[in-house]
């Protein structure tokens, strides 16, 4: 399968600081790539999709200032928490597309906001 | 949109028996089921998938059955091992990619 590569795995910042996330589509060329938030024991929940050369797509609910979404190549994502608070302390996960409806992911970052 | 429910949130089995969960979807639009493992700390990973012209796939000890017109789709584990045990998501996703997913099972297989 297509491989989707995520870093950090693990990132512990201080309150106030911003984190940047990276997701890269390591065999293929992903014009889309999702963004999913997910909570302890929870499903995962769609928080952008992220269009290559063009403005995220978010969804209902989340702030698009607070967390920045860029899409710069066909190969990279990236997801900046910006301002951080312990409550955005979550397991973040992205995606990308093959085949037009496959969706492969990433390993997913663990956020620790202290 | 479109609105998955997934059943149960939680499965015991003994080792060597089947597990099944299953899945009901809300949009007709909805044309592709892709099921995902989960294990602790990681990213979902892609187990088996369904499009809407099939109505059962198996690949080895895993199977997946889909019902269009109940709009309801099952995941079947026979014979399963101890590392089969982690969380297990459904997923359904209509033509515009916008994927949804059920609130997962944890899966435990006691050996």
């Known amino acids: 399968g297509a491989v989707v590569s995520q870093h950090p795995s693990r990132v512990i910042c201080k309150s106030g600081t911003s984190v940047k996330i990276e997701c890269r589509s390591l065999d293929f060329q992903a014009t889309t790539m999702f963004w999913y938030r997910q909570f302890p024991k929870q499903s995962l929940m769609l928080m952008a999709t992220?269009?290559?050369?063009?403005?995220?797509?978010?969804e209902q609910g989340v702030e698009k200032d607070k967390f920045l979404i860029n899409h710069a190549s066909l190969t990279l994502s990236t997801l900046t928490v910006t301002s951080a608070h312990p409550e955005d302390s979550s397991f973040y996960i992205c995606s990308a597309i093959v085949r037009e409806t496959e969706a492969f992911f990433g390993q997913g970052t663990r956020l620790t906001v202290v | 949109g479109e609105n998955v429910e997934q059943h149960p949130s939680t499965l015991s089995v003994q080792e060597g028996d089947s597990a099944v969960i299953k899945c009901t979807y809300s949009?007709?639009?909805?044309?592709?089921f892709p099921w995902y493992k989960q294990e602790l700390g990681k990213g979902p990973q892609l187990i088996i998938d369904i499009r809407s012209n099939v109505g059962e796939k198996k690949d080895q000890r895993i199977a997946v059955t889909l019902n269009k017109t109940a709009k309801h789709f099952s995941l079947h584990i026979t014979e399963t091992q101890p590392e089969d045990s982690a969380v297990y998501f459904c997923?359904?996703?209509?033509?515009?990619?916008?994927?949804?997913f059920g609130a997962g099972t944890r899966l435990t297989v006691k050996p």
């Open positions: 949009d007709s639009a909805s044309n592709y």
């Open positions: 992220s269009n290559e050369g063009s403005k995220a797509t978010y």
């Open positions: 997923a359904a996703s209509p033509y515009n990619n916008d994927m949804r």
